[in-house]
């Protein structure tokens, strides 16, 4: 008598947890659009764009639809633009930890420190980061006034 091969449970997608359409979801209701941005090389993962309805705010998130792998957010802190803008960038930074990192404390304190950062055109050098199991979280300002943060998972 021949035993049954018990099925194999594939293992889970590497990812961040989140999907795109919840991204998108989240963000559209507060005036983002999103638009495919090809694919991203040269691993081939699919990648979207998103840019807030006003002042400059640009989002991209790479990775199948069901359990992205990266997403990346920039927004300008500009003395330039109305305050209203830039209170709705800080709300922006705030709901994309809330939707993709809910919860990483390390993450958030290291936000709220850029933000400060951002705000005054000032920066530290060059880009820090937090990792925590497989994640990695980092904060840059490629510019004065802006400010660039990012999730992925760890590259092994």
């Given at each position: 008598m021949?035993?049954?091969?018990?099925p194999r449970?594939?293992?889970?997608?590497?990812?961040?947890?989140?999907s795109r359409s919840?991204?998108?979801?989240?963000?559209?209701s507060r005036g983002w659009t999103f638009e495919p941005a090809g694919r991203r090389r040269p691993t081939g993962e699919p990648r979207v764009l998103g840019e807030a309805s006003f002042g400059k705010a640009m989002f991209e998130l790479i990775g199948p639809e069901d359990n992205i792998i990266q997403a990346s957010m920039s927004v300008s802190f500009s003395p330039a633009l109305r305050e209203e803008t830039i209170r709705s960038h800080t709300g922006f930074l705030w709901d994309f930890m809330k939707v993709i990192?809910?919860?990483?404390?390390?993450?958030?304190?290291?936000?709220?420190?850029?933000?400060?950062?951002?705000?005054?055109?000032?920066?530290?050098?060059?880009?820090?980061?937090?990792?925590?199991?497989?994640?990695?979280?980092?904060v840059e300002h490629p510019e004065p006034?802006?400010?660039?943060?990012?999730?992925?998972?760890?590259?092994?």
């Open positions: 021949i035993a049954d091969t018990p449970e594939s293992a889970p997608t590497p990812g961040l947890g989140v919840e991204i998108q979801a989240h963000f559209e990192l809910p919860g990483w404390v390390e993450a958030y304190a290291l936000l709220g420190s850029h933000m400060h950062w951002a705000s005054t055109g000032g920066s530290p050098q060059g880009p820090q980061h937090a990792v925590a199991e497989d994640r990695v979280f980092e006034w802006k400010l660039t943060i990012s999730a992925r998972l760890v590259e092994r």
